[in-house]
């Protein structure tokens, strides 16, 4: 099932989260139209400001590869040494950058939940009304 293996494949790259900092561990799977997944992880930074999300550490892997269509993104994330508790929700600036990429009617974001396995948003659920490429454009 793709919501599993993306958690699976997400749970991987959490392992090689950079987070001497904040202590809490991100991974990300994100999977293009075409198939392929890219994986990112948290990359922290002692002068704080240039660490990097997990979910946009995928997203500027698969970009910079060329793949420009998107399906959906796993996201698990927690303490290090615990096992992910609560959802760890995409932050405003990785929202932001999906909204670049992504339709929000469509993309999926698929954050692992203790309770029940996973629950899966569109972009659009969890970025209401959000500016993208299309309020650029004369025709909207
Ligand atoms: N973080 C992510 O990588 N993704 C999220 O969805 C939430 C937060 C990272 C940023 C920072 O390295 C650490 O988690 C604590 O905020």
Request: some cysteine; charged content about 25%; proline content about 5%.
């Amino acid at each position: 099932m793709k919501e599993r293996e993306l958690i699976r494949l997400a749970h991987e790259a959490r392992q090689r989260a950079y987070a001497p900092y904040s202590g809490f561990q991100v991974g990300a799977a994100l999977l293009t139209k075409g198939g392929k997944t890219y994986l990112g992880c948290n990359i922290e930074n002692a002068a704080y400001s240039p660490s990097n999300c997990a979910e946009r550490t995928a997203f500027f892997k698969a970009i910079s590869e060329g793949e420009t269509e998107f399906e959906a993104i796993a996201v698990v994330g927690g303490k290090a040494g615990e096992k992910p508790g609560q959802m760890c929700t995409p932050c405003g600036v990785c929202r932001q950058v999906m909204m670049e990429f992504c339709s929000p009617e469509t993309f999926q974001i698929i954050l692992e939940d203790e309770n029940r396995g996973y629950q899966v948003f569109t972009l659009g659920d969890l970025f209401p009304l959000g500016f993208g490429p299309g309020n650029l454009r004369k025709d909207g």
